[in-house]
């Protein structure tokens, strides 16, 4: 009789390690692949992201500003009581506009980038006030506009692979204050399928577009130079 029930109950424990078995194996193979589970957001039936399409490299290019743009200029100045110069900085990000380059590296005639000056702005409200009335003269003259004319070591087609960097001196028409002038600008892009960005900077002088230095009190001297920068984004699309 004792080796009856261990008999069952070694059958019994044989018969449920089949069904469990069984089981798990029917689970699996129903299971679809890994891959085919779930995309990096854990949707099911994704797979992982795709990079954008690189743009066809026959058509212009359209480069778009696009938030996080910024324009900066930086003037030496010294005050009085202060032994040393420092800078005056202004930034404003209205900035508006796109650039669009031919397959052959030229530029297209609708090619026009736009820096809103009364929305410029420094550490002190009183020298914003002056620089807007006397020196740029906003009322009149509301806006500092680029034009790309051509861009010197730029190698087309653009790259379209992630990072992928590149420096080249662009050369456009500015007009500030209602003067226009040939403008290099030194710029580096970084460049990706779908996006560019990256700086250009340029140095002019304040009687090239006939601006009055700032005179304000505690203010000694102001450098003759203006110091020009925009830290640029843009989307990036065929025309």
């Known amino acids: 009789m004792k080796r009856l029930r261990t008999t069952l109950a070694t059958t019994v424990v044989a018969i449920a390690a ?6 798990v194996g029917a689970t699996a193979k ?4 890994a891959s085919a589970q779930a995309g990096p957001a854990g949707q099911p039936g994704q797979g992982p992201a795709s990079a954008p399409p690189a743009p066809d490299q026959t058509k212009p290019q359209v480069l778009t500003v696009t938030t996080g743009t ?11 009581g202060i032994s040393f110069p420092s800078d005056a900085v202004g930034t404003t990000d209205a900035i508006t506009g796109a650039i669009v380059l031919n397959p052959d590296g ?3 005639p609708t090619s026009k980038i736009d820096v809103d000056l009364k929305t410029l702005s420094t550490d002190q409200a009183m020298r914003d006030g002056y620089v807007r009335r006397n020196t740029l003269e906003v009322e009149k ?3 500092l506009t680029i034009v790309p004319k051509r861009a010197n070591g730029l190698k087309m087609p653009l790259p379209s692979g992630m990072g992928a960097q590149m420096g080249f001196q662009l050369v456009t028409d500015m007009t500030l204050h209602g003067v226009t002038k040939e403008i290099v600008w030194t710029t580096i892009a970084t460049f990706a399928s779908d996006a560019v960005s990256g700086s250009a900077k340029t140095t002019v002088d304040f009687a090239a577009f006939n601006l009055t230095k700032p005179s304000l009190a505690r203010l000694v001297s102001v450098d003759d130079k203006i110091h020009l920068e925009i830290e640029f984004r843009a989307s990036r699309r065929g025309q």
């Not at 089949?18 to 089981?23: E, F, Q």
């Not at 129903?30 to 692949?33: C, E, I, K, T, V």
């Open 141 to 143: 003259f509301p806006t």
């Open 30 to 33: 129903n299971q679809p692949p």
């Open 106 to 108: 030229s530029f297209g």
């Open 70 to 80: 910024r324009a900066r200029y930086r003037v030496t100045e010294q005050l009085a």
């Open 18 to 23: 089949i069904v469990v078995l069984h089981g």
